[in-house]
């Protein structure tokens, strides 16, 4: 009669830690997609786009926020241009092709630079990408080239990136 009940503990405290997981997962879902559609505001992307960044990230061993912060990093230097006249990296920027109308659009930013590691050397490409604080997750994503890269995001796009609607509903 013990080993019974002791069995049918197990499986109510199973059950309630199979319950309590499960809403982590969501509640982290939700608040993943959220903060995704803010920051997809702030530097003027999409949810889906952004989310699919973060997805290919993902991929290639990174984590979401480290697409997060390359494409931030992208917005901050023109931001830091548009007040002081310089991004504090111009020299790199210019050295991997990426021009101040470039950087209004982080993405087309990210882009550029993976255009640019076609035609640099791998050690100057890294030490560029390096001094601009890009997560080596992205330099990996990158250095496969514009063509590749835009690929991959697209499919992740079509594999379940978060959406403007995704976001709107997580932050209600």
Known sequence: YLSKLRNEAIGLFLTFQGASSLKGFVTDIITGDAATGRLAANIGMTTNRLSAWQLAIKQVGGAAGEADAALSAMTQAFQSYMLSGTTGHDADFKGLGVTLEDLQHP?????????ASERLTRPEFFARM????????????????RGATEELIRAKQKDGAATDADAAAAER
């Open 130 to 145: 390096q001094r601009l604080g890009i997560p080596p997750s992205v330099i990996t994503l990158l250095e496969r080239g």
């Open 107 to 115: 993405e087309e930013a990210l882009l550029k630079m993976a255009e």
